[in-house]
């Protein structure tokens, strides 16, 4: 099907939200609260996604929406929005700009449109399954196909410390060429974009993952939970460049 008008009003939610978030990025003494899960939460977070939820219901009244800060609503419908109006909070109030906008759209249940904003370094990633581009240029995962000459990523190296394969973590991470916490969305954007070959995330909720799937899926990479199943939905996501270096991670990681 033609996803030409929501891809255009998805680059128009990215846009303004951007606009939104962006004065309160560095700004001393933007208030942070705690939220039930002890996640952080300010008020750029909820007036980015109350001003997409408008838009949205303004323009597409029959489509459902998921919500990180205001939950869902209508998410039987056939096209749902998922937002995470910014995703990598703690960067964002540390003023450390690894942090983005997810904006996903669901159709039956699964991701086929995506978008990653950053809207500090105004770097637009959106992506269909079949193609991914950065502010209108084409983009591709490179072709690293050996964990020794990767580079991987991961959004905190401690949240992965109660896994089960804990040792087969430690270990892959040591086999890495380069090891590092470009984290949270940004790290799937390296990803996409050719500049990292491996992006692990042990915890996600479907607001983390639905913009990813259609974007490293668009880019030539892998996307699945960290068993090799299904991304979405799922509670862990390994992104990888291409299928070779994919598997050798799934098997690393699984022992």
């Known amino acids: 099907m033609k996803l030409d008008p929501y891809r255009e009003f998805m680059i128009e939610l990215a846009e303004r939200s951007g606009d939104?978030?962006?004065?309160?990025?560095?700004?001393a003494g933007v208030a942070?609260?705690?939220?039930?899960?002890?996640?952080?939460?300010?008020a750029a977070d909820r007036g980015a996604e109350e001003?997409?939820?408008?838009?949205?219901?303004?323009?597409?009244?029959?489509?459902?929406?998921?919500?990180?800060?205001?939950?869902?609503?209508?998410?039987?419908?056939?096209?749902v929005w998922v937002l995470d109006p910014i995703d990598g909070?703690?960067?964002?109030?540390?003023?450390?700009?690894?942090?983005?906008?997810?904006?996903?759209?669901?159709?039956?249940?699964?991701?086929?449109?995506?978008?990653?904003?950053?809207?500090?370094?105004?770097q637009l990633l959106i992506g269909d399954n079949a193609s991914a581009s950065m502010d209108g240029r084409a983009v591709h995962t490179r072709d690293i196909r050996e964990i020794g000459d990767a580079t991987l990523l991961t959004s905190d190296p401690v949240a992965a410390s109660p896994l089960p394969a804990w040792r087969e973590y430690q270990s892959?991470?040591?086999?890495?060429?380069?090891?590092?916490?470009?984290?949270?969305?940004?790290?799937?954007?390296?990803?996409?974009?050719g500049f990292a070959d491996v992006m692990f995330d042990p915890e996600m909720n479907p607001w983390d993952i639905a913009a990813l799937?259609?974007?490293?899926r668009?880019?030539?990479?892998?996307?699945?939970?960290?068993?090799?199943?299904?991304?979405?939905?799922?509670?862990?996501?390994?992104?990888?460049?291409?299928?070779s270096l994919h598997g050798k991670v799934i098997a690393e990681l699984n022992g």
């Open 20 to 27: 939104l978030i962006r004065p309160y990025f560095g700004r």
């Open 89 to 122: 909070t703690k960067s964002f109030t540390a003023a450390v700009p690894l942090f983005g906008t997810l904006i996903g759209l669901l159709l039956e249940g699964q991701p086929v449109l995506g978008c990653i904003h950053q809207p500090v370094l105004r």
């Open 172 to 193: 892959l991470m040591g086999k890495a060429r380069l090891a590092r916490t470009w984290g949270d969305c940004y790290g799937y954007l390296l990803v996409a974009t």
């Open 218 to 243: 668009g880019a030539g990479g892998v996307i699945t939970d960290s068993k090799g199943g299904a991304p979405y939905p799922a509670r862990s996501i390994l992104a990888a460049a291409n299928e």
């Open 51 to 79: 001003m997409m939820r408008g838009l949205i219901n303004k323009r597409f009244p029959d489509h459902g929406i998921i919500g990180e800060e205001f939950g869902s609503e209508r998410e039987g419908a056939d096209f």
């Open 213 to 216: 799937v259609p974007v490293i």
């Open 32 to 42: 942070v609260e705690l939220k039930a899960d002890r996640s952080p939460v300010t």
